[in-house]
């Protein structure tokens, strides 16, 4: 299956780049490792969309192994949009109206 294309919601940009601010406020590295994880859940995902679980809807939900997120996201046979990056502590379902 072809790799579908993959837009971020631009507040799901903006969640993630205050995670990565955060991060690199307290440790370089770590900002480059939840950087290094958020690539390789938009690369799993875009692979196969399918994989990981309906949480609400049409979304689904891929979990960091590393970090205290979820990628959240719906497809379309030819894209996938990113409606949040969610850190677990915050509000659930605080995206579900993107």
Known sequence: MADRR?????LAADE?????????ERNPRAAE?????????????AENPQRWPQVRGPF???IFPK??????YRFT???????AIAHHRR??????TR
């Open 6 to 10: 993959v837009h971020l919601h631009p």
């Open 16 to 24: 993630a780049e205050a995670a990565r601010i955060w991060y690199a």
């Open 33 to 45: 490792m939840f950087l290094d994880e958020l690539d390789l859940a938009i690369a799993r995902v």
């Open 60 to 62: 689904r939900r891929y």
């Open 67 to 72: 970090f205290p997120f979820s990628l959240v």
């Open 77 to 83: 046979p030819a894209s996938i949009e990113v409606v």
């Open 91 to 96: 509000r659930p379902g605080y995206w579900k």
